[in-house]
């Protein structure tokens, strides 16, 4: 069974960085799509960033040029850098994966392609805190 921690959260002043990072239980992140997601205060959880086995990348319209979604191979991780901090960006990031299934990066379709930021991921972290204080 895949298991995801992520670490890394907390709390930040406006305009500084944070760097998130899951963690994956298995050997080698090439055979995943990984992707952040992230759920403000009242609202729905929404994709940001998304990483294929190939570290081919899709980013949110509304974080481009502020995250970015790097892997740590040594770790067996996908980081989320998170740059330019704003209080909108407060809440909980998941960290979500699915394993390749054939020529595709999932069973499911919808998280195929591994370009969209959908709740189908079948497995998901528990979450960590991100509070920016302006």
């Known amino acids: 069974k895949v298991e995801l921690v992520e670490s890394g959260g907390g709390s930040v002043q406006a305009g500084g960085s944070l760097r998130l990072s899951c963690t994956i239980s298995?050997?080698?992140?090439?055979?995943?799509?990984m992707a952040w997601f992230r759920q403000g205060p009242g609202k729905e959880r929404v994709g940001v960033a998304i990483?294929?086995?190939?570290?081919?990348?899709t980013y949110a319209e509304s974080i481009k040029g502020r995250f970015t979604i790097p892997k740590d191979n040594a770790k067996n991780a996908v980081v989320l850098q998170i740059n330019s901090l704003k209080a909108a960006d407060s809440g909980l990031y998941y960290c979500?994966?699915?394993?390749?299934?054939?020529?595709?990066?999932?069973?499911?379709?919808?998280?195929?392609?591994?370009?969209?930021?959908?709740?189908?991921?079948?497995?998901w972290g528990h979450g960590i805190q991100v509070t920016v204080s302006s």
């Open positions: 298995v050997q080698f992140t090439a055979g995943y799509c």
């Open positions: 990483i294929d086995g190939d570290s081919s990348t």
């Open positions: 979500a994966a699915d394993g390749r299934y054939g020529s595709s990066w999932s069973e499911d379709p919808r998280v195929g392609d591994c370009r969209n930021m959908t709740e189908a991921f079948a497995t």
